[in-house]
């Protein structure tokens, strides 16, 4: 509508994007037609969009709301159990019910029945690295889990809260660089080019946005909502401190 009464959609604005280059990154890339003299979308550009498709696609429309995640580059699950000094903690046989009678993700942990099953996480190798995940909870976004599992690289921790939205935090080789950030939301005035394009591809998906931000790649939604590659315990610290 704003196009069609005079708007021009090849101004740019956030980030050096213009609504029409954006565009060009999403489903209907000939929205807007490439005026002459205007660059197109980079090959990285290009790699970025068609990544986001198959990620969102490959997670589907899945239900986090209470999640907590860790999403780490550059480890597998083992090497994340090893950083945090987790205990594997054993899971019932895959054909466990939940008392509903529908398979059980949890690995027969019922953690509305048992209580909180607070320090219980799940970890799942997936290309790029691995996802720390508690379903029912914030664990993996503690200041002291991310430090821990991002010694020499990064990690994007998310919590769901029920009550007030997705939260998001940055933390790389033990400092964090941002907190209370908002995965799958609106770019901030002065994001970068690369956060207005991830803003853009996973707009109102921060599962998707927590993966793609550190280049985790899963193939399906296991690593998020279970049943995880291994069930362990955190030990027994104060995980609020870095």
């Known amino acids: 509508a704003l196009a069609a009464a005079g708007a021009d959609p090849w101004r740019p604005l956030v980030g050096g994007w213009s609504p ?3 565009g060009l990154a999403g489903p209907t890339p000939d929205l807007f037609p490439l005026p002459e003299g ?9 790699a970025a969009a068609r990544e986001g498709r198959r990620l969102v696609a490959a997670l589907g429309d899945l239900y986090y709301d209470g999640t907590g995640l860790a999403c780490v580059a550059g480890i597998d699950a083992e090497e994340a159990v090893h950083r945090l000094e987790a205990v594997h903690r054993a899971a019932a ?8 009678g529908r398979p059980n993700p949890y690995g027969g942990l019922y953690p509305y029945d048992e209580g909180e099953l607070g320090l ?7 290309p790029g690295g691995c996802v720390v995940t508690q379903p029912w909870g914030f664990a993996p976004q503690m200041p002291g889990v991310l430090a821990r599992l991002s010694a020499g690289t990064v990690c994007y921790g998310l919590y769901a809260n029920p ?5 998001g935090s940055i933390v790389r080789d033990g400092t964090v660089e941002g907190s209370d950030l908002h995965p799958g939301g609106a770019p901030d005035p002065d994001a970068t080019s690369e956060e207005v394009l991830a803003s853009y591809l996973y707009r109102h998906n921060a599962v998707a946005y927590s993966c793609a931000l550190v280049g ?8 998020v909502t279970g049943p995880p590659d291994l ?9 609020w401190n870095l």
Do not use: I, M, N, Y
């Open 20 to 22: 029409g280059r954006l």
């Open 38 to 46: 205007e660059r197109g979308l980079t090959g990285a550009e290009r």
């Open 93 to 100: 046989p895959p054909e466990d019910e939940d008392p509903d």
């Open 120 to 126: 219980t996480v799940g970890v799942t190798t997936v």
């Open 163 to 167: 009550k007030s939205g997705d939260q």
């Open 216 to 223: 985790l790649r899963p193939a399906d939604a296991r690593a």
């Open 231 to 239: 069930w362990v315990e955190l030990p027994q610290r104060d995980h």
